[in-house]
């Protein structure tokens, strides 16, 4: 239905689709090709996600502009709706409303396909003084653990149980209260920072993620009457309101797809051209790939690349922002398969992170792990091969090798590609790369 400006809620017609089902679709990619020209960048997934969660913390028609389009983005909404928001998706706009939450359960089938539903937890317990939200398993590169979340909203007054696989409060009254990170982390961040936009009183969370995701949604929440301190910095102090105003934003450019199309214009000695995107939020990918020899010219919102005939080795140690982020280790270590050196590729982040190794050696690329350190020999050339994606980013990663590879790579099971990248065949495709997608 069309949603007037004015209008208070939505029709209850507006439920989106499920998550598109891309189970069985497959890339053939033959390489070879030079990349040219221009490719608009999407919104955030990262910054998305959060964003929408936090519609739950006000009553009301929510604004969100840029939205990428993707199944991870369709899946929170799911978990929206089944909680009784009505969620319109229309393009990049997204309508949520919130005016009548039904439920405050977050049920196992959504929470196992996307870890981020965990979101959900602390604006149900700001608002409704109640959650069961499914605590979210392990992940396809190892434990990723939530305690952090937990331990900071018990310190704030939730006492949480552990029910049958899931996370249940009752009954809870959030107080403001002191909580340093021992890690840094991004999800805990924005769950913590959530929950305390409502609570009574103060809350002071030290060493804090100070990922844009993160700042834009401080930016976000304090534009509805929010009341956040130190954003940008590692401490926040968060001063308790009795409600907010719906959200009205613009989610910002996915850095991460950004110096991903980077990474492919250094793959394959390409020109590109990357509009709306942030050059500010891809500092530390932009500096790896000119150490590796890529010319960059970085505008505030484009960014164009050359790549070098061939990309020199480089070391790579990711890091919380603004170091080098764990969501492009996989991505620059295909760039350093083919380089010329050896590089180190170490990811502090998570130890685990390599799923993609082995495939990547199946194309050809020579790579020696030792625990969280990848040892990356580059070699002249790599070959096509089937290959099976694993998770996003180990998808990009052999998508960007498939590129400069010999012949024909089929990359199986890319519904993980579908989570985090908007139309990144397409948009190859329109770049001038060799891409197809089938079904197998
Ligand atoms: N950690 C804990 N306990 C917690 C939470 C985190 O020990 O309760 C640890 C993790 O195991 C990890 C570190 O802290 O070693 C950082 O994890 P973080 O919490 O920052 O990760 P996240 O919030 O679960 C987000 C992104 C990830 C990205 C990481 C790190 C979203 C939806 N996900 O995850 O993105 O890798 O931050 O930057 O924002 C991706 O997009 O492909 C992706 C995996």
């Known amino acids: 239905m069309d949603v007037t400006p004015d209008s208070p809620t939505l029709d209850s017609s507006t439920a989106t689709e499920p998550a598109r089902s891309t189970t069985m679709d497959a890339l053939i990619i033959r390489g070879g090709r030079r990349l040219s020209g221009r490719v608009e960048i999407s919104g955030a997934k990262n910054a998305a996600l959060p964003m929408m969660a936090a519609t739950l913390l006000a009553p009301g028609v929510h604004t969100l502009r840029n939205v990428p389009l993707l199944s991870d983005t369709r899946t929170m909404a799911r978990v929206l709706e089944v909680l009784g928001a009505r969620v319109e998706l229309r393009g990049h706009a997204c309508k949520i409303d919130t005016s009548n939450l039904t439920s405050v359960e977050a049920p196992y089938d959504l929470v196992r396909t996307m870890r981020a539903s965990i979101y959900v937890l602390g604006p149900l317990l700001a608002r409704m003084g109640a959650a069961r939200v499914s605590l979210p398993g392990g992940c396809a590169w190892g434990p990723r653990p939530v305690n952090l979340h937990l331990e900071g909203l018990a310190a704030m007054g939730a006492a949480l149980e552990l029910d049958h696989g899931y996370i249940v409060g009752r ?53 509805c009457g929010a009341r956040i301190e130190g954003v940008g910095s590692r401490t926040l102090t968060i001063h308790g309101v009795k409600g907010l105003r719906p959200l009205d934003t613009t989610i910002i450019p996915d850095r991460i797809e950004g110096a991903t199309f980077l990474a492919a214009a250094a793959v394959t000695g390409s020109s590109i051209t990357l509009e709306r995107c942030d050059s500010g939020h891809m500092g530390a990918a932009i500096r790896t790939l000119e150490q590796q020899g890529c010319e960059i010219l970085a505008g505030n919102a484009e960014v164009t690349i050359t790549g070098p005939r061939r ?130």
């Open 171 to 223: 009954e809870v009254r959030l107080a403001g209260a002191d909580f340093t990170f021992e890690t840094v982390s991004v999800g805990a961040t924005a769950q913590l920072m959530m929950a305390a936009t409502l609570a009574a009183g103060t809350t002071t969370l030290g060493n804090v993620a100070i990922e844009p995701d993160i700042t834009a949604l401080a930016v976000a929440l304090n534009a």
């Open 311 to 440: 990309p020199a080795a480089v070391d790579v140690t990711t890091e919380p922002f603004p170091g080098f982020p764990t969501d492009m280790q996989a991505q620059i270590m295909s760039v350093c398969a083919i380089a010329d050196g050896v590089s180190v590729i170490r990811d502090t982040i998570y130890l685990d992170r390599f799923t993609h190794v082995p495939e990547l050696v199946r194309l050809g690329a020579d790579v020696r792990m030792d625990g969280n350190i990848a040892t990356v020999t580059g070699v002249e050339r790599l070959q096509g091969a089937p290959v099976m994606a694993t998770d996003i980013r180990a998808s990009a990663a052999l998508v960007l090798a498939a590129l400069v590879a010999e012949g024909e790579t089929r990359i199986s099971r890319i519904y993980h590609l579908d989570r985090g990248y908007e139309s990144l065949d397409q948009k190859l495709l329109k770049l001038g790369a060799s891409v197809e997608r089938i079904q197998e």
